[in-house]
């Protein structure tokens, strides 16, 4: 006798498509594919298209060139700006999938850990929460406030507004309660929360394989990954679920991000065969 998820009835949970190395699936891994392995500088030098001249970038992480148009990390690099500062990126996913009473829901958005810390507010604070931090803070911080020390007053009064500007449109749902949890606290490198995402996300980056992809390339290159993982089991055991919240920092090329997992498995009793 043994117990099945419902949406596993006719086969085995992936074991044999090369899950088992906690790479997410649909993912091209980093040795053994047909995927270039770039070095970092290959990552540099960029090709140049024979037809047009134009530039053309490999990405390292799906093999997809800029004359595909396909994978938004092939892109050409950007002018640099502000002095020639390197612009990290920001991703937002939002996919999921389902099957029965069987589901996996993830949520990415970037997560502006500093800009709280400048407004004096938790992540979880509402927009009333931070547009009232806002006028508090400009009153206080404003040059024309701060005659002794113009020159210092400004500079604090733009960061200010930069922090206002970065979260203003939130509602609390930027939200990481990791104080809070400090039994299921985990803290990890990138390379290891790929395993973990795998783990738990699986079905819905088989189901799409690009925003899986893009999922894998931010954990991965984030230096430090701080994870909250909750687990529930209904009575009877019929249904699990498991909630994994995140934050991914660190990383060279994308600012911190909260990523967001959620996963219900509805399970049926069958006689063992």
């Excluded at 002018?79 to 990415?108: C, N, R, T, Y």
């Amino acid at each position: 006798m043994a117990w099945w998820p419902a949406c596993c009835r006719s086969e085995a949970f992936h074991a044999d498509e090369g899950t088992e190395s906690g790479e997410l699936p649909g993912v091209v891994a980093d040795a053994g594919t047909d995927a270039p392995e770039a070095s970092e500088a290959e990552e540099t030098q960029p090709e140049v298209g024979p037809e047009f001249g134009m530039e053309v970038r490999i990405c390292p992480v799906s093999g997809l060139s800029t004359l595909q148009g396909a994978c938004p990390f092939a892109k050409p690099k950007a002018k640099a700006k502000d002095g020639g500062k390197k612009q990290k990126a920001s991703v937002k996913l939002d996919f999921k999938w389902k099957q029965d009473e069987s589901m996996v829901v993830i949520k990415v958005c970037a997560h502006h850990t500093d800009a709280f810390t400048t407004m004096e507010l938790p992540n979880s604070a509402s927009q009333e929460e931070i547009k009232k931090q806002y006028k508090a803070l400009s009153l206080i911080h404003h040059p024309d406030k701060n005659q002794d020390d113009v020159e210092a007053a400004t500079e604090r009064f733009q960061r200010i507004k930069d922090a206002y500007a970065l979260i203003k449109d939130t509602d609390g749902e930027l939200a990481f309660p990791w104080d809070q949890h400090p039994e299921k606290q985990q803290v990890m490198k990138g390379d290891e929360a790929v395993a973990v995402f795998a783990e738990v996300g699986l079905e819905a980056c088989e189901e799409h394989h690009f925003q899986g992809l893009q999922l894998r390339h931010l954990v991965k290159s984030s230096e430090e990954v701080k994870v909250l993982k909750f687990d529930k089991e209904s009575e009877g055991g019929h249904i699990t679920e498991c909630w994994l919240d995140a934050i991914c920092a660190g990383s060279p090329h994308f600012v911190s991000h909260l990523v967001k997992v959620y996963r219900r498995d509805a399970w049926e009793y069958h006689d063992a065969k």
